[in-house]
């Protein structure tokens, strides 16, 4: 246990088990499963204006509220089951972005139908490989690139909401479009190698 806590990790890992074991096990790590995406994009766009920490801790109560994010149950949520979300408080009872939620799974199920997955569709923008960065200190990460202004872009005009630039280039630290892990991380070189595969995430209720 000493040793593990005693590895250099990012910055943001640092201030709670949580986000230390979401670091760890998962955070740029490379993920294909459209499951596994949604889940991120709801997520994503539920933290705007939020610590990502607020996320971590409800994430149960968003699988529960959000049909384990099946999308296509997602998509066929309706009005009153919107209604009832707004009185779930293991989830952020937010108006605007359960509705966006429902929209987004719809727009999801409509790029999954165009082009097979909704894998397939998001790994062009970085032609298909991870973005292996080397970034010396965390002032050097940036909050948005060229790559997450495209994504951003299109994912609008197929009709995502809460999908600006910087909440698309959190998702693709998220799902490992781009390796963000600072040089002196332990997990910088975990991930460019894949040494090692994702595992569950832990939800803790101390924090």
Same mark, same amino acid.
């Given at each position: 246990?000493?040793?593990?806590? $005693?590895?250099?990790r990012c910055f943001w890992a640092l201030h709670s088990s949580l986000e230390t074991v979401y670091h760890d096990r998962e955070w740029g790590v490379p993920a294909h499963d459209d499951r596994t995406l949604f889940e991120f994009i709801l997520l994503e766009g539920a933290q705007a204006g939020l610590s990502w920490l607020s996320i971590l801790r409800k994430r149960e109560?968003?699988?529960?509220?959000?049909?384990?994010?099946?999308? +296509?149950?997602? !998509?066929?949520?309706?009005e009153a089951r919107c209604q009832a979300l707004l009185l779930n408080s293991e989830i952020i009872r937010n108006k605007?972005?359960?509705?966006?939620?429902?929209?987004?799974a719809r727009a999801f199920l409509g790029i999954q139908e165009k082009f097979g997955s909704f894998d397939a569709f998001l790994w062009r923008f970085v032609d298909g490989q991870p973005r292996q960065?080397?970034?010396?200190?965390? +002032?050097?990460?940036?909050?948005?690139? !060229?790559? $997450?202004? !495209?994504?951003?872009? #299109?994912?609008?005009?197929?009709?995502?909401?809460?999908?600006? $630039?910087i909440i698309c280039y959190s998702f693709m630290q998220a799902i490992g479009m781009v390796n963000d892990h600072t040089i002196d991380c332990f997990r910088w070189h975990e991930v460019r190698t894949g040494e090692r595969k994702p595992g569950e995430?832990?939800? #803790? $209720?101390?924090?």
């Open positions: 246990m000493h040793d593990a806590m $005693s590895k250099q109560g968003y699988r529960q509220a959000f049909a384990n994010f099946d999308v +296509e149950q997602v !998509a066929r949520f309706d605007l972005k359960i509705a966006a939620a429902v929209q987004n960065n080397c970034w010396p200190c965390r +002032e050097d990460v940036p909050a948005r690139t !060229a790559e $997450s202004d !495209a994504l951003s872009k #299109e994912l609008k005009r197929r009709g995502f909401v809460f999908v600006g $630039s995430i832990t939800y #803790e $209720s101390n924090h």
